[in-house]
């Protein structure tokens, strides 16, 4: 996996570019940024920051950064690897942090709102 980077620790605990914006967004679901830490929100999401990030940067790689999920996506070749290199801790957002999230930013319709 070139370009993964395991001692880069993540941007955040949540989106960077939901959190960033104005008004702030929301997410589904969370994905890591295996090259720079950057974490963006998954292709489900209102704001796919995560595939965006890809984009802009070439950062290939992203780990899932929701719990219990160790998967890998690489965006070059549209592949899933069920696991990888160990990444610099916190692995995954807080236990506490709903998903869709973050709590209180999440509209009530949010299912609406998904790209499927």
């Known amino acids: 996996m070139q370009g993964v980077d395991p001692s880069v620790p993540p941007s955040g605990t949540g989106c960077a ?3 960033a914006a104005d008004p702030q967004g929301w997410w589904f679901h969370l994905r890591r940024c295996a090259g720079c830490g950057h974490i963006g929100c998954c292709d489900s999401s209102p704001g796919q920051h995560a595939s965006a990030h890809a984009a ?5 790689f992203v780990r899932s ?3 219990g999920e160790e998967w890998f996506w690489d965006y070059e070749e549209q592949a ?23 709590a209180g930013r999440v509209p009530e319709d949010w299912d609406r709102h998904l790209h499927r």
């Open 17 to 19: 570019d939901c959190d």
């Open 56 to 60: 802009a940067t070439g950062h290939r």
């Open 65 to 67: 950064f929701e719990p």
């Open 80 to 102: 899933m690897f069920e696991s990888g290199p160990a990444l610099a801790e916190p692995a995954h957002r807080p236990l506490t942090q709903t998903a869709p999230g973050p």
